[in-house]
């Protein structure tokens, strides 16, 4: 699976922005996400989950992405969305998007990662 996120940029503090995940690869590959997520990473700390959305459509969110953050999947279109706003200097990070892939041979969780996109909130 090849996830490519697009949609970041600068913005100024209480601003917006949709971030995209595109997700592509062979059909009986893509039938078997059972679930994908955004995650961030801040200059100098750790991965961060931000929200993340199983292939039913149950969406789970962290303390940080509450109320501020929605994610969304369109299926048909295999791509995910993250639509954020009244962003905060602190959400200042690289975005990636992840995938959970069940192997079709022993039904273990196979993970993707996207390159990141990069989001800015700065006055």
């Known amino acids: 699976v090849q996830l490519v996120e697009s949609g970041g940029g600068s913005v100024e503090p209480g601003g917006s922005l949709r971030l995209s995940c595109a997700a592509s690869?062979?059909?009986?590959?893509?039938?078997?996400?059972?679930?994908m997520a955004w995650y961030r990473r801040a200059p100098g700390k750790q991965y961060e989950l931000i929200a993340s959305i199983t292939s039913a459509g149950s969406t789970n969110y962290t303390d940080t992405a509450k109320g501020r953050f929605t994610i969304s999947r369109d299926t048909a279109e295999n791509t995910m969305y993250l639509q954020m706003k009244s962003l905060k200097p602190e959400d200042t990070a690289v975005y990636h998007c992840?995938?959970?892939?069940?192997?079709?041979?022993?039904?273990?969780?196979?993970?993707?990662w996207g390159q990141g996109t990069q989001v800015t909130v700065s006055s």
């Open positions: 690869g062979n059909s009986a590959t893509m039938s078997r996400i059972s679930s």
């Open positions: 992840h995938a959970v892939v069940t192997s079709a041979y022993n039904r273990q969780p196979i993970r993707y």
